[in-house]
């Protein structure tokens, strides 16, 4: 049995879905796979992240999709929907890691058709507002060679913690980064 046949059908917990005017966040479905293979296989895409591999290997989507809907994830993945609003059905990914100490990491990348138009920028102020995880502090990292993704930080009300490093993948090296955090508010 493939990977993708193995998925479940519904997502066991129930994630948040949010709407924004431009686009829905909502869980990753399986019919994401094709244009996921296409923006993670672009190696624009795959180079500004950890962790994505390039070339992307087979069955790299399948195993994402597969524990962002596992019932014992420890990330939440959403597709940046823009169907809903005549865009393309997946314009990128925005997930939240939960950390220790009622603390969440997030991560978000967006295919370049839809670079500097503000979806990463409205996609995580989205995120942040709805506090799905009900985090106290978030955290984030952007590769000190992508300036753009650390202004979307900043205007999400991110303060800078200072530069650390990171393994890519996709480039085989160690990257310097610079590190964010934002206290979220209390209800």
Avoid: C
């Avoid at 129930?14 to 094709?34: H, K, N, Y």
Wanted: net charge negative; charged share 20%.
């Amino acid at each position: 049995m493939s990977v993708q046949e193995a998925l479940p059908q519904e997502i066991p917990e129930a994630q948040a879905v949010i709407a924004t005017e431009r686009f829905t966040l909502r869980p990753l479905e399986r019919s994401d796979l094709g244009l996921l293979e296409r923006y993670l296989g672009d190696l624009r895409v795959a180079s500004a992240t950890r962790v994505i591999p390039h070339p992307l290997p087979p069955e790299y989507v399948d195993n994402m999709i597969h524990r962002a809907r596992a019932p014992n994830r420890t990330e939440d993945y959403w597709a940046i929907d823009g169907s809903g609003k005549g865009h393309a059905e997946v314009m990128g990914v925005i997930k939240m890691q939960r950390l220790d100490r009622n603390q969440s990491e997030i991560r978000y990348w967006v295919a370049p058709a839809f670079w500097n138009t503000g979806i990463a920028t409205e996609a995580v102020d989205a995120i942040l507002a709805a506090n799905p995880q009900g985090a106290s502090d978030v955290y984030a990292e952007v590769f000190q060679d992508n300036p753009n993704s650390a202004r979307v930080l900043t205007n999400a009300g991110f303060a800078y913690l200072g530069d650390a490093e990171t393994f890519s993948v996709s480039r085989g090296a160690v990257v310097p980064t610079w590190t964010y955090a934002r206290k979220m508010a209390q209800v």
